[in-house]
């Protein structure tokens, strides 16, 4: 059964914004922190963003700071990821994930994961 669905994928000109949606049920929207990854071609899964359960606390990677911002949505229980200036080294699958707590998800550490979905930003 799939717990986290993603969807806002697509291809942008450098420059240019994305939002992605990552929807999912009410008990993990409630329970745990949520956050995205990402994974670019011939590379390992790295993390982008967090958010608490509350959506009071976030997290950047610094390599996003600035131009990603991570938000829920309390009456969709989805948590979306607003992708503004986008550049060529943001290319990459982009998943969401569920997890414990706001540290454990900081290390990758999820108790559930979408299946991703395609971000391409050419240049």
């Known amino acids: 059964q799939v717990q986290l669905v993603e969807s806002g994928g697509g291809l942008v000109q450098a420059g240019g914004s994305l939002r992605l949606s990552c929807a999912t049920s009410?008990?993990?929207?409630?329970?745990?922190?949520m956050g995205w990854f990402r994974q670019a071609p011939g590379k390992e899964r790295e993390f982008a963003a967090a958010?608490?359960?509350?959506?009071?606390?976030?997290l950047y990677a610094e390599s996003v700071k600035g131009r990603f911002t991570i938000s829920r949505d309390n009456a969709k229980w989805t948590v979306n990821l607003q992708m503004d200036n986008l550049k060529p080294e943001d290319t990459a699958v982009y998943y969401c994930?569920?997890?414990?707590?706001?540290?454990?998800?900081?290390?990758?550490?999820?108790?559930?994961w979408g299946q991703g979905t395609q971000v391409t930003v050419s240049s």
């Open positions: 994930a569920a997890g414990a707590s706001f540290s454990r998800l900081q290390v990758g550490a999820g108790d559930y």
């Open positions: 009410e008990r993990i929207f409630r329970n745990y922190p």
């Open positions: 958010i608490n359960r509350s959506g009071s606390s976030t």
